[in-house]
């Protein structure tokens, strides 16, 4: 096993655990701060795996602006209830992850091609960067427009109207008779237009 | 075909039966508010159609072979059935006959309805029916008949309840359609058997001797008995009579065009048309004389006791157009043919008569009409007495010619029965016709003063021409029975004069008894003109019930058609069908209802599901 | 020289597991985003390895899309968690069930 390898499996199970941590938390900053441990692993992994301007970007787009605005996010709530009866609803997604799981390794333990064993090398961020903008300019172009348009779009909606007040939602409700037309549900507030 | 410009007689009888087609479209749609230009484009079309009736049959008086004109209509496999026109001797009397009597009835229209509000209606439904008639009359294929047959079984709905604010108007329409819609159903079912059997619907080949051969006796004779029934349907023999009493809802000119002269002429017409055809088998024939005799027999008593003056001459059409049934089945297309041609022209005087009076005093009671000094008016009562005269059988009017052939042709027969019943209805005809011409000939306690009987000027003249013009016809045509005779036989062997002599005395004999006995009950001084039927209550009730038939198909209707058949239809719809798609509803709603635990709301089990399915399908190519 | 590819993928595999698991199995909104970020990661990962399995630069600019892309939608995303809170005052996805039967 040579070091590369040896350093490979050691991020692998940063990651892998700094991963498990974060979904298993109760409280969303747990789980937030364990993710950006797992996101610094994945860079020193891109790294290794000859993309250090991508492990470059993973650590401040990823970890340093991602994750902080999911922060923000959640300091806005005043409540963050706690989740309750844990085990029933960790079964079926449980039984889909290892059913997943299983269908994935297996499909790639079938495909010969995995054996083959990685060389290194790496891609340095000058090539990278010419490659980049002289194949797929394009791509980048319309990734930036993404980008506007999902800015305009956040713009819009945070923008809170003067007559919305917080309604509180009741407590969940036993299904409606069936003659009777929609269910009470949750009941939403009339907007002037949208 | 030849070319349509250069062939006269085809331009003439294609004119003359679509000009009222015509003229019913644009009454239809343009002219419904000018009554004027309504009524003049109606009785110019019936104009010229009847100057290209004149001129066919002038042009081929003579002629002893058919002309046929044909056109390719459907065509589908063996099936051939053309549109076109056939042009005997049959047919072309009855299309003069048609286009003159529709022609004077529209005239005579213009002062009956005048002031009505359906003026154009009614004249665009009198075009309508004249082109139906006439196209009947010309058909040369079956199907092209029975398509006319029942258009002018539509036009005659569409004039019965003319009046439709009436109740008893549109219930007496409705009673004829459907009254001759079962004959005609009938009448469908034989043409089928016929079509079925040889392959064509076409007049001329039907009448053929080969058209005999192809068929099977037993199934000649249905087909025969099926047609017949359409006869007894348009007709109104026994037992489908019923709905020309009633008819007389619609306005009198109505009566007197359709409901004697000409559509219940319809259906003699059509036995005539088909005769060699219907004659072939010995028991359909003597089906015919069955109904034809009894028809006659029941009408005449119907007619002695009635009171409304046009339902007595709508028994009397019943009863003579049995009596033309009789001459027909006896075996002689001459007899019956002569007697449809002269009962249009006194029937339709008969009727326009009467259509005076009923118009001046707004009753159809006879006994009414008399106290009001209807007898005043010179014109109608006078030709009332000659067509009445005609009706009977005196000499030397044109009903008179027409009997004795008839009269002849049953004594043609071996069996008696059937000329003791004519003679015996010859003698019932003469009783109630001039029954009711002594009662208004001879009107009993005071009579009204009516002021204003000469108030009309042009309107009275419309009516009364064409009164004049009918009964010098009456008077002339009994006189061109020889000429009319060599005619309509050319073709077929002449029928020899068998010297049945002492038939011509027996039979003015009866009629005279018959006028006597009225004279007897009704015209004389001190008669109480009370009839010696109406003597006694049961014939009376009888005889003015109609022989119960109405009670008994309104029984049959009841208990078989909404007692039984009614209720299992109502029965099968509510518990059969309606309950099979409630049950459909219910279960579609209960199965909505167990599998809708599927869906939570919660969008987690969304999500679970979508990549379940993903997981699925990387599953799918990890095994394939 | 460094490890067979099978290996990373099966890596990128248990991390995409993991973020299944966390995308489905919380009652809470913001977790549902946070699995998507990890799904996000392991293709990241698979990405970064089959690029340096071909030595094609190709793979590397993908994952720099992956990345802009996860930027919009998580943003989007959690402005749309933020409008929910308001109307309704629960991040709760169970409690979102006025179209239920």
Redesign the interface.
Known sequence: MTLYAFIFYLLAIVILIATGLAVTRRQPIHAVLYLIVAFLSTAALFFMLGAPLLAAFIVIVYAGAIMVLVLFVIMLFQQSPKERRLLSEWGPATFLGIVFLAVAVAMVFKDPGSEIVLRGAVAQPRDFGRFLFDRYWLAVEIVSILLLVALVAIIHLSKRRDTEEIERCPSPHPSPPRDEGKGEGVSYQKEGHQ | MTSWLQDASLMAVTLSTWLPFISFLLIIVFTRNQRRLSAGIAIGAVACSLAGAIFLLVRHWGDSVPIQYSARWLVTGDVYIPFGYLLDPLSLLMLCLVAAISFLVQVYSVGYMAGDPGFSRYYAFQSLFAWAMMTLTMSSAMLQLYVFWELVGLSSYLLIGFWYEKFSATQAGKKAFVMTRLGDVAFFIGLLLVLLHLGNLEILEMNSSEAAAHMPPGLLTLAALLIFGGIVGKSAQFPLMTWLPDAMEGPTPVSALLHSATMVAAGVYLFARLFPFLTHSADAITVFLVIGTVSMLLASTMAMVSRDIKRVWAYSTISQLGFMIMGLAAGSLFAGSFHLTTHAGFKALLFLCSGVWVHLYETNDVYDISRRGGRRLKIPMACLVIAAAALSGLPPLSGFFSKEVILEALAGLRNPVWLAAALLGVFLTAYYAFRLVFIILFPRGEVQEEPNHHRMGTLYWAMGCPLLVLACVTVVLGLLQMPLRQFLSAGIATHQDSGHAWLFSLSVGLAALGVGVAWFEFGRRAALQVGFVERMPLLKDLFAQRWYLDHVYRRFVDIVIDGFFSKACTKNEDRVINKSIDELSHFT?DSG?LL?FL???????N??VM??A??LV??Y??VA | MIVPLGHVFVLAGLIFAMGLVCLVAHRNLIMTLIGVEVMMNAAAIAFVAAALRWQLMEGQAFVLFILAVSAAEISLGLMLVVSVYRRTGSIDPDRYDILKW
């Not at chain 2, 869906?599 to 089990?605: F, I, N």
């Open positions: 709603l209802d809708s869906q939570s709301g919660k969008l987690r089990y999500l679970i990549f379940a993903l997981g990387a599953l190519f990890l």
